[in-house]
């Protein structure tokens, strides 16, 4: 058997153990006598009808779909189209590569290489929408702390909170947020609407500090303090994308200058050589 072959079979194999793997599960939980008869008279832990099902499935796809949201990813179909894509990409790329006669280590390479970069993207989504609430995390203390210092009750203060960010993720989140909390009137259920769509240390500091807010009814300096905090996180942020932009225009001003300076080089290089060759002969 050549090499390709077996590359071939390997990922066969591996595709199958893994759609075995996940619906194990529900095979056993029909085959069994107790998950018949459970589900013949409705009565299941858990889904009615469904005696457990493919929970390790399920799990996947629930985990899939919270990273999908945080990167702001809203498609119903996405959870499951992007691990598919994690799970098929890589065998169909090495795959291919099989097929036009590359070696099995680097077909291998180049599928692993199109999954990490898929994971890369998904990565990079996550990390903005994080410092785009970061950025905007220090007008919503600051508003917060205003509207306490008026007199202003601070879940109706929260009614306003989404006219701080004007554009952008937050704004969206925000609205939700808001909208929720006024039709729910429950603080956790909105905050899940904040938590679902953004990651780290600022989110959670916000969460607790506007829980803290509702709960006693006022915030004392916590706001002021954390809003010093905020803009200090938001100069450093701003500090970093200038530089980044700067590197940017450095690297694109020395690609521009190449063509000129080959131009300038090549005859100079190319009379020197010829000068050389006569002195050689």
Same mark, same amino acid.
């Given at each position: 058997?050549?090499?390709? $072959?077996?590359? %071939?079979? #390997?990922?066969?194999?591996?595709?199958?153990?893994?759609?075995?793997?996940?619906? $194990?599960?529900?095979?056993?939980?029909?085959?069994?006598?107790?998950?018949?008869?459970?589900?013949? =008279?409705?009565? *299941?832990?858990?889904?009615?009808?469904?005696?457990?099902?493919? %929970?390790?499935?399920?799990?996947?796809?629930?985990?899939?779909?919270?990273?999908?949201?945080?990167?702001?990813?809203?498609?119903?179909?996405?959870?499951?189209?992007?691990?598919?894509?994690? +799970?098929?990409?890589?065998?169909?790329?090495?795959? +291919? +590569?099989?097929?036009?006669?590359?070696?099995?280590?680097?077909?291998?390479?180049?599928?692993?290489?199109?999954?990490?970069?898929?994971? =890369?993207?998904?990565?990079?989504?996550?990390?903005?929408?994080?410092?785009?609430?970061?950025?905007? %995390?220090?007008?919503?203390?600051?508003?917060?702390?205003?509207?306490?210092?008026?007199?202003?009750?601070?879940?109706?203060?929260?009614?306003?909170?989404?006219?701080?960010?004007?554009?952008?993720?937050?704004?969206? $989140?925000?609205?939700?947020?808001?909208?929720?909390?006024?039709?729910?009137?429950?603080?956790?259920?909105? #905050?899940?609407?904040?938590?679902?769509?953004?990651?780290?240390?600022?989110?959670?500091?916000?969460?607790?500090?506007?829980?803290?807010?509702?709960?006693?009814?006022?915030?004392?300096?916590? #706001? *002021?303090?954390?809003?010093?905090?905020?803009?200090?996180?938001?100069?450093?942020?701003?500090?970093?994308?200038?530089?980044?932009?700067?590197?940017?225009?450095?690297?694109?001003?020395?690609?521009?200058?190449?063509?000129?300076?080959?131009?300038?080089? +090549?005859?100079?290089?190319?009379?020197?050589?010829?000068?050389?060759?006569?002195?050689?002969?």
């Amino acid at each position: 058997m050549s090499a390709a $072959a077996a590359m %071939a079979v #390997l990922l066969a194999g591996l595709c199958a153990g893994l759609l075995g793997y996940a619906a $194990a599960p529900a095979v056993l939980a029909r085959l069994h006598p107790e998950c018949r008869r459970a589900r013949r =008279s409705g009565q *299941v832990a858990g889904r009615p009808g469904s005696c457990g099902g493919p %929970a390790f499935l399920r799990g996947l796809l629930a985990r899939t779909g919270a990273r999908c949201r945080l990167a702001g990813i809203r498609a119903t179909a996405a959870p499951l189209l992007l691990l598919l894509a994690f +799970l098929f990409l890589p065998l169909l790329l090495a795959a +291919l +590569l099989l097929s036009r006669g590359y070696g099995p280590t680097a077909s291998l390479f180049c599928g692993l290489a199109g999954a990490a970069f898929l994971e =890369s993207r998904i990565r990079m989504r996550i990390h903005k929408r994080q410092e785009a609430f970061s950025l905007g %995390a220090y007008r919503m203390y600051r508003f917060l702390d205003a509207q306490l210092s008026a007199g202003v009750r601070i879940t109706d203060a929260i009614r306003g909170l989404h006219e701080v960010v004007r554009t952008g993720p937050v704004r969206e $989140a925000l609205l939700e947020f808001v909208a929720t909390y006024e039709l729910t009137l429950d603080l956790e259920t909105a #905050l899940d609407r904040i938590r679902g769509g953004f990651d780290g240390f600022d989110r959670d500091m916000f969460c607790a500090t506007l829980r803290q807010c509702v709960e006693t009814g006022g915030a004392g300096d916590l #706001l *002021v303090r954390m809003e010093e905090i905020q803009f200090g996180h938001y100069m450093n942020l701003l500090q970093r994308e200038t530089e980044a932009f700067r590197t940017r225009l450095l690297v694109h001003a020395m690609g521009a200058m190449v063509p000129c300076l080959l131009l300038i080089l +090549l005859p100079i290089l190319n009379e020197a050589f010829q000068a050389l060759q006569g002195l050689m002969t």
